[in-house]
């Protein structure tokens, strides 16, 4: 004759099962910044500086492989070496105070890192950073607090980037322009431009060339690395200044969100997508990017993305 087990045996049975499924997310200093792991495998670093703004590189999906382009940072075989300053995963704008921190020029901006002010693992890890926005003579235009959170939701590896900008030295004009504004620069067979298989679809529908320059909820990147299909999706935030925001995603594999080019996607005379922040006011952008298996169907995008959009910011 069986006997049940006692509720406190049964209890305990539950944490150990759930203790085991969740993953141990790390943080740890580096040289060049913070390197983060789950499980104890390599998942990105968090770098200071990497030409001209700190980036995340390299970063590694479910599969454990690259996922985003490693130039102009490291040299692979087969890679385009255009434009130097696409560089991972980063934010800048094109066009601040007329001051272009998007490229990589002596006429350009800086964004240069001033401190940590977290750095924290666990079931999900954190950094928090601040930064200040440079012209090319040094004068500070503005500066920001950057909070990302890393984990692991199933076997896809989630990064959440939210960016508070604050006026801190006077009115800022977020001019419009399509060079903007959170960015990633896909692995090279990830690209729709490779032939390889490479797709885009944003949560229109609306589908590689196409995609670009719409707004949109969400947009994936997905096609093979080293014959695994995957993909890159970045999901916007509802709290997220003019959400849902436009996409400047290029079938060569740039992937960007933002919210100040309207005019430059529309092509309408009347539109203007500039902002000025005021002097000591902020600005706050949201996104969760979601390294996936599969296709955007495969990887349940539509309901990753109403879950994200869900959670209180």
């Known amino acids: 004759m069986s006997h049940p087990l006692p ?32 499980d104890g495998q390599f998942f990105t670093e968090y770098l200071t500086r990497s030409g001209s703004k700190p980036i995340l590189w390299p970063v590694l999906g479910p599969t454990g492989k690259p996922m985003t382009r490693s130039y102009p940072m490291g040299d692979v075989q087969g890679e385009t070496k255009d434009h130097p300053h696409q560089r991972s995963v980063w934010f800048t704008h094109g066009d601040v105070n007329k001051i272009d921190f998007w490229g990589e020029s002596p006429k350009a901006g800086s964004i240069v890192h001033r401190e940590f002010v977290k750095v ?51 009115p800022v004009q977020f001019g419009d322009t399509k060079e903007g504004s959170f960015g990633v620069r896909v692995a090279e067979t990830l690209t729709v431009d490779s032939k390889l298989g490479g797709k885009i679809v944003n949560s229109q529908g609306q589908r590689d ?43 060569y594999g740039l992937f960007a969100a ?56």
């Not at 990064?159 to 508070?164: E, G, K, L």
């Not at 909820?217 to 849902?244: C, K, M």
Request: proline share 5%; glycine share 10%.
């Open 7 to 38: 509720l406190a045996v049964l209890l305990l049975s539950l944490v150990l099962v759930v203790a085991a499924s969740a993953a141990e997310v790390t943080a740890e200093r580096s040289p060049g910044g913070v390197i983060v792991k789950i």
């Open 120 to 170: 924290a693992g666990g079931p999900t890890a954190v950094i928090v950073t601040r930064n200040d926005w440079l012209a090319p003579d040094g004068k500070k235009q503005l500066e920001d607090q950057r909070v990302l959170g890393f984990g692991r939701i199933g076997d896809a590896r989630w990064i959440d980037f939210d960016i508070t900008l604050e006026a801190t030295e006077g």
């Open 209 to 251: 060339a196409n995609a670009w320059g719409k707004r949109a909820t969400w947009v994936d990147y997905f096609g093979p690395v080293d014959q695994e299909t995957v993909g890159i999706a970045i999901l916007n935030h509802p709290s997220s200044f003019r959400y849902p925001t436009y996409w400047h995603v290029r079938t």
């Open 258 to 313: 933002n919210p100040f080019g309207d005019k430059s996607f529309t092509g309408r005379p009347g539109d203007d997508g500039s902002y000025t922040l005021p002097a000591g006011e902020k600005l706050v952008l949201r996104y969760r990017l979601v390294l996936h298996r599969g296709d955007w169907r495969q990887a349940k995008i539509a309901q990753l993305y109403a879950d994200y959009a869900k959670e209180p910011k």
